[in-house]
């Protein structure tokens, strides 16, 4: 790789369904190459596709430097390397196609692979449909459990952030009537543990305080509504008490955002997903961010989806996106400053106070 500024990670990024948004989004993020100024970018799809794109949206006077792998990457520019064979693919905005979920797919295992290998510090995974990337070596709900698998793990959090705005969800993509039977004693203490260690290590947040949600109605009412609450969630809240962490519930959900509460919180954790993810997005849409905690790698994505219905109209907003990319750079930079302080462990640094910690502020880092 061309030399590049130690201090400035690599990051790849994820076209995602070439037939949806994310192209779009991604080509207005990087126009210009001022990202190259706080990050080495690599996106993962087709010079092509993106070059069709490009030409689409008249961004004429700004060009992609194309590699053929990850040491080859300019930090100057925004490199792309073509992740399948693209001479005869072609754009068709808003279409949903066997081609572009296929293309999708090549675009993560590759990245992914890079991940793995260390040759990237952190992904950054444009939008798939959940339904066309299907294949004999993806069959999973969403981008979550793929890399989970991916990394040997049993399961990752799926982690969205705006600001102080942090909310986690017990149970991710499955349908309703699943949800029940998933929520155990083991698999809450389980997320609960994520979400700590992930506030500690991640976002720089000594002593953090988790909120935890109820999953019936007004939380129960004391059995009245189901029970839940009192079998379930209120033990494993106090073994969390009793060893010392701030963990606190069960609240009920509707209140609970309306009336403000998750300000007083660095985390919330929703047992499934629109309980989690319908306010989290009505309070941060366009800024939000997914983040896969539990990982060994950082990856974020923004958190909107392939949004067929406005593709390839100009009309796409890459606000999220850009949030993603800066949490992903923060993450990135803070778990490697916390690597060389174990390495130099008799060597005193001060660690950076939560409010210096740029990953504390959501990734709203801007470059100059």
Not at 325 to 333: E, F, G, N
Request: aromatic residues 8%; proline residues 5%.
């Amino acid at each position: 790789m061309n030399e590049q500024h130690s201090d400035k990670p690599v990051i790849g990024i994820t076209i995602g369904d070439y037939n949806g948004i994310g192209p779009e989004v991604i080509l207005k993020a990087f126009e210009g190459n001022q990202l190259a100024k706080l990050c080495t970018p690599i996106i993962y799809g087709s010079l092509r596709v993106l070059n069709q794109y490009r030409n689409l949206f008249e961004m004429k006077d700004w060009a992609l430097h194309g590699i053929q792998k990850a040491e080859q990457a300019n930090h100057k520019l925004t490199n792309v390397i073509t992740c399948w064979h693209d001479h005869q693919t072609e754009i068709q905005p808003g279409k949903i196609t066997a081609e572009a979920g296929q293309g999708s797919f090549a675009s993560l295992k590759r990245a992914v692979e890079d991940l793995k290998e260390g040759k990237i510090q952190a992904l950054v995974t444009g939008p798939i449909n959940k339904d066309n990337i299907q294949n004999e070596d993806f069959k999973f709900p969403g981008h979550t459990e793929f890399l989970a698998e991916s990394f040997g793990k049993d399961d990752a959090l799926m982690f969205m952030v705006a600001g102080d705005l942090r909310v986690g969800v017990l149970t991710g993509h499955m349908p309703l009537q699943n949800v029940r039977e998933h929520i155990t004693a083991e698999k809450l203490s389980a997320k609960i543990e994520q979400i700590l260690q992930s506030l500690k290590g991640d976002f720089g947040i000594k002593k953090p305080k988790l909120a935890v949600l109820g999953l019936n109605p007004h939380a129960g009412e004391n059995g009245l509504l189901g029970t839940e609450e009192i079998e379930i969630i209120q033990p494993v809240i106090k073994q969390f008490k009793e060893r010392g962490n701030l963990v606190v519930g069960p609240f009920p959900a509707d209140g609970f955002f309306a009336a403000g509460t998750y300000r007083q919180y660095d985390a919330v954790l929703a047992m499934y997903h629109d309980q989690g993810l319908i306010p989290f997005k009505t309070l941060a849409f366009n800024e939000g961010v997914n983040f896969t905690a539990g990982l060994p790698a950082v990856r974020t994505s923004p958190d909107h989806g392939t949004a067929y219905n406005i593709a390839g109209k100009n009309l796409a907003e890459p606000g999220s996106l850009l949030q993603a990319l800066y949490l992903a750079c923060d993450v990135s930079r803070f778990r490697i400053f916390n690597a060389e302080m174990d390495k130099n462990a008799l060597i005193s640094k001060p660690q950076p106070s939560e409010s210096q910690h740029p990953a504390k502020s959501g990734g709203k880092q801007r470059f100059n």
